[in-house]
């Protein structure tokens, strides 16, 4: 079993949809989580930085953390076609120690 | 934000040569930085973590002697493949995380190396 499941996709969604990307993790030392947008050739970008459980919304996103199901989210709201991406988890258990990826979700948001 | 500055963004060499990335943290310290690597399609895989002043800790599998690492200032880590061969045809990414934030970490644009 791999540390961080994600679901590859693609995932293909109209403009103005809500979407849901998720991931699920095994280890429970895992306490920083993060959400990475990455279009083609070129590097990821930080969409949002959460610290064990709990919401924290960025105007159309919002990432939810639920340690004890072991479970992280990421919603888009209003979706662009801006928005179409790879979308990657990212966690890690503090102190520098190495994140650990999720494989990414293509997403497509349709004009 | 934390910016992190990765140049080239994209070279070509020939088989044999090296080629040398630079990855600068430019608005704060990172004592340390990590290099990944990247194939079509797939997540990124580490392939050493960047320590100031210090050697390098490559991952199991990555070889020393071709991936060579410096970090020789709190800003600026290079990486440097060695006798390149059409295999390492890849996109080398570097990340740094701003030691004073409770932030995540930010990575470079990315480099395309391309072995002919």
């Known amino acids: 079993q791999k540390e961080v499941e994600q679901d590859p996709g693609p995932l293909s969604v109209p403009e103005g949809a809500i979407v849901s990307l998720n991931c699920t993790y095994s280890n429970s030392a895992f306490q920083y989580f993060m959400w990475y947008r990455q279009y083609s050739r070129k590097g990821p970008e930080l969409l949002m930085y959460t610290y064990s459980s709990g919401n924290k919304e960025d105007g159309r996103f919002t990432a939810q953390v639920d340690k004890s199901s072991k479970y992280i989210s990421l919603f888009i709201r209003d979706s662009q076609p801006s928005d179409s991406a790879t979308y990657l988890c990212?966690?890690?258990?503090?102190?520098?120690?190495?994140?650990?990826w999720g494989l990414g979700t293509s997403l497509a948001v349709n004009p | 934000g934390a910016v992190v500055s990765q140049h080239p963004s994209w070279v070509i060499c020939k088989s044999g040569t090296s080629v040398k990335i630079e990855c600068r943290s430019l608005?704060?310290?990172?004592?340390?930085m990590f290099w990944y690597r990247q194939f079509p399609k797939q997540s990124l895989m580490l392939m050493a973590t960047?320590?100031?002043?210090?050697?390098?800790?490559?991952e199991q599998g990555v070889e020393k002697d071709k991936f060579l690492i410096n970090h020789a200032s709190l800003t600026l880590s290079t990486l440097t493949v060695t006798s390149a061969h059409p295999e390492d045809s890849s996109f080398y990414i570097c990340?740094?995380?701003?030691?004073?934030?409770?932030?995540?970490?930010?990575f470079g644009s990315g480099t395309r190396l391309t072995v002919v």
């Open positions: 990340s740094a995380r701003d030691s004073g934030e409770d932030s995540g970490y930010t």
């Open positions: 960047s320590n100031e002043g210090s050697k390098a800790t490559y």
């Open positions: 608005d704060f310290q990172a004592t340390t």
């Open positions: 990212a966690m890690d258990a503090g102190n520098n120690r190495k994140l650990i």
